[in-house]
């Protein structure tokens, strides 16, 4: 039963939550003030969307290399960030996001990755988070992982990635880039996205083969490992977290070929083969392969 209290209290939370918003200090997030020539640099979760901004800052920012203790002032996660504060960043401004579309966000270079490898990522995250123990089973984990149980504010691998690519793809203000493409020719894809942002306002990029080489030097997993054993104390994303376990693994491509078991393929491969294959990623359980075949089979009759 509801006492003359509870609707004090009710409307003091709602009056704190209306000064945050009118100052501009609720976090952004959702709520962000969003501006015309803003840039998102937009994945799923543990799909190198850290790496790509350092690419990008380390290619822009030629006076000082990129680290943890100063991304976060030049490409933003908007997720940690008082509104106000990001709307006093200079522009245009480059940001990091988690959503699934959003139909606000004008330009948007967006990263897909191997949802295989994404899960394996994503166990050893959550170990690193303390969501799950360090002997939590990855047969375990999967089913779970597929269902978005873990963050689900960003969905599923999936919805993120058909979100996006159904309503943006092949538009000039959207670049898709794949980690794995980024893996095998670093310097080629950051080309394409010095490209993208000169087409949206970064107009002064220096895209020479120097800088794009000095950019993915300054970028590399060891490098960013080195730096997160000095810095990652300091860093938002992982201050609260286990530091004996690193935030940057070994951010390779493929690696859930000796990791996950044949069963964990198949369930992964079995929610989403059609999205993989369309991604050009090969399907290796049989029966998702077979289903992936009738639905491409079934698209091109229509």
Same mark, same amino acid.
Request: hydrophobic share 35%; net charge positive; proline share 5%.
């Given at each position: ?81 008082? *509104?106000?504060?990001?709307?006093? +960043? %200079? @522009?245009?401004?480059? =940001?990091?996001?988690? &959503? ?5 966000? $004008? ?98 990029? *220096?895209?020479?083969?120097?800088? +794009? %080489? @000095?950019?993915?030097? =300054?970028?590399?997993? &060891? ?5 997160? $054993? ?73």
């Amino acid at each position: 039963m509801r006492t003359p209290k509870d609707g004090i209290d009710r409307v003091g939370r709602v009056l704190r939550h209306a000064g945050r918003v009118l100052t501009g200090r609720q976090l952004a997030g959702r709520n962000l003030t969003v501006f015309p020539d803003d840039v998102f640099v937009v994945s799923y979760p543990r799909s190198g969307n850290t790496w790509t901004r350092f690419l990008i800052s380390n290619l822009i920012y030629q006076d000082e290399p990129t680290t943890f203790v100063n991304i976060e002032s030049r490409i933003p996660e908007i997720y940690f960030n008082a *509104d106000h504060k990001m709307r006093a +960043l %200079q @522009r245009p401004r480059i =940001l990091k996001s988690h &959503e699934c579309f959003q139909p606000h966000y $004008k330009r948007v270079i967006y990263i897909v990755r191997d949802p295989r490898d994404v899960a394996v990522s994503f166990y050893h995250h959550n170990v690193k988070a303390g969501n799950i123990p360090e002997d939590y089973a990855m047969d375990d984990f999967i089913p779970r992982f597929i269902d978005a149980e873990f963050d689900s504010r960003w969905g599923c691998w999936q919805d993120s990635v058909v979100s996006w690519l159904t309503l943006r793809q092949g538009r000039p203000t959207f670049l898709m880039l794949r980690y794995e493409d980024m893996k095998a020719d670093p310097q080629g894809q950051l080309l394409r996205v010095a490209d993208f942002l000169r087409d949206c306002a970064f107009r002064q990029i *220096d895209a020479s083969p120097e800088k +794009l %080489q @000095r950019a993915v030097d =300054l970028s590399t997993p &060891e490098r960013m490992r080195a730096l997160e $054993k000095e810095q990652g104390d300091k860093w938002v994303l992982t201050e609260k977290t286990r530091l004996d376990k690193p935030f940057v693994r070994s951010a390779k491509s493929g690696g859930w070929k000796s990791t996950l078991s044949a069963k964990a393929v198949s369930m992964i491969e079995s929610a989403w083969g059609a999205t993989m294959a369309e991604l050009g990623y090969e399907l290796v359980s049989s029966t998702a392969a077979e289903n992936s075949a009738l639905h491409h089979s079934a698209s091109t009759n229509r």
